[in-house]
Nanobody, 120 residues
């Protein structure tokens, strides 16, 4: 079983910054792509950014230029640096990972989320 644990959420004022972390642990033999999503009660879960094990990145248009995804493969951790935050960025932020476990099956795993609140 693979566990993903997000941290770094909290309350920040508009135009401020936060850095989210997501650490993966458990019985995986390989972590492939990792990503960040967010969700509010009014919207479906929204893709924000992803990064491959080789460091190739992809961003949603809504966050490109403000958010930066990175990862530390040695620590099995993915980060999301969020700058110039806006009240509409308020959401629960989730990370996910494509991981191969010892049974050689690739599955997608999700963390439980961390709340980011941006005040105006």
């Amino acid at each position: 079983q693979v566990q993903l644990v997000e941290s770094g959420g909290g309350l920040v004022q508009a135009e401020g910054s936060l850095r989210l972390s997501c650490a993966a642990s458990g019985g995986f033999i390989q972590l492939n792509a990792m990503g960040w999503y967010r969700q509010t009660p009014e919207k479906q879960r929204e893709f924000l950014a992803s990064i491959t094990s080789g460091g190739n990145t992809n961003y949603a248009t809504s966050v490109k230029g403000r958010f930066t995804i990175s990862r530390d493969n040695a620590k099995n951790t993915v980060y999301l640096q969020m700058n110039s935050l806006k009240p509409e960025d308020t959401a629960v932020y989730f990370c996910n990972a494509d991981a191969t476990t010892s049974d050689k099956i690739l599955r997608i795993y999700w963390g439980k989320g961390t709340l980011v609140t941006v005040s105006s």
